[in-house]
């Protein structure tokens, strides 16, 4: 097993350009475990953390509902957003500046296999994160993500979570709000979910956070939990 994780921050990266980064680094390391498979050989897989943020953009999850997007095309210009059908799971989602995006691209033959722990582990990092400045997370039933409130009608989703996994490689992430501008969280149905709010790290705590130190504390949480040795 390969523990090792190389962590990158791509800071403000276009959804397009990250996108196709991802599917160089996927495939190549879905390529690889196929290569040692055949070839009997053992040949240690890569892992990868990736952080970025992203302009205005809204995505939609293979399963996801198209009418979920509020906006036509003119009005995706009027928001200086752009939309894209993604390979993810999840339905349609918002990402911005002011959010963290987290792309963990792992074998998780290196780790454990199973997704369902997988996602129960970024979220406890996100969950971990929260609690360093006050605020109080959790899981709401039935959902993916990080949730305030989840135990009351003032539920509302501050981590949304979509990911791809092929022969145990993951690909996509998490979008984590810090200082977002969550206005733009009105042009859609997020998530699918419509009788739900959502809300930032800003907008329960009143300030704008530094978005370094939440990425190092969240870096910190995800590669405890994960046993992982951060380069």
Not at 28 to 51: G, S, W
Not at 101 to 125: K, Q, S, W
Not at 153 to 172: E, L
Request: aromatic residues 10%; glycine residues 10%.
């Amino acid at each position: 097993m390969n523990k090792e994780v190389k962590f990158i921050d791509w800071g403000l990266t276009d959804y397009q350009v990250a996108w196709d980064r991802q599917e160089g680094i996927f495939g190549e390391t879905v390529a690889l475990k196929v290569k040692n498979r055949t070839e009997n050989r053992d040949e240690p897989t890569p892992n990868y953390l990736i952080f970025c943020e992203h302009p205005h953009v809204y995505t939609l999850g293979k399963s996801g509902h198209p009418e979920n997007l509020l906006l036509d095309e003119q009005g995706l210009k009027d928001k200086e957003a752009t939309y894209y059908k993604i390979n993810r799971g999840g339905d349609i989602t918002y990402h911005g500046p002011g959010q963290i995006v987290g792309y963990p691209i792992l074998d998780l033959d290196n780790f454990f296999t199973d997704i369902h722990l997988y996602l129960r582990t970024l979220e406890e990092a996100v969950i971990l994160t929260l609690a360093e400045y006050g605020i109080k997370a959790g899981r709401y039933p039935g959902y993916t993500g990080v949730w305030l409130d989840a135990d009351n009608d003032k539920a509302r989703k501050i981590c949304a979570m979509g990911v791809r996994c092929s022969r145990w490689v993951t690909m996509h992430g998490f979008a984590f709000n810090v200082n977002v501008d969550l206005d733009y969280f009105k042009n859609i149905v997020p998530c699918g979910i419509d009788d739900k709010a959502v809300t930032s790290m800003q907008q329960e705590l009143g300030s704008t956070l530094d978005m370094d130190e939440v990425k190092r504390k969240l870096k910190g949480h995800i590669a405890t939990l994960f046993g992982m040795n951060l380069l």
